[in-house]
């Protein structure tokens, strides 16, 4: 049976996340913020993310960076990180 949240990133009522996309709080605050939507969009960014600036899931810092950019992307919070390549594409 599918849930509905209003979704921070889209700003209306969609269907939710079926489980928290992580443990702990942050996983939880998707969950209940989050719609299935901006959950697809964001792995979407992230994967641009992740092959433009080579980063490895291993990486401390890349992990930070990652979660940074997630909840600038879901929540707002400022400028989402883009490669030069695409900034140029507008």
């Not at 928290?20 to 996983?27: N, Q």
């Not at 810092?61 to 707002?76: H, Y």
Request: glycine residues 8%; proline residues 4%; negative net charge.
């Amino acid at each position: 049976m599918s849930r509905n949240v209003h979704c921070a990133k889209m700003g209306e009522e969609l269907e939710g996340l079926d489980f928290a996309p992580f443990p702990g709080e942050l996983g939880q605050k998707i969950y209940e913020n989050v719609s299935k939507e901006a959950w697809k969009q964001w792995l979407a960014q992230q994967t641009i993310l992740i092959n433009e600036y080579r980063l490895s899931s291993l990486d401390p810092k890349a992990q930070s960076f990652l979660k940074e950019e997630m909840q600038k992307f879901l929540f707002g919070g400022g400028d989402v990180e883009m490669p030069e390549e695409f900034n140029a594409v507008k």
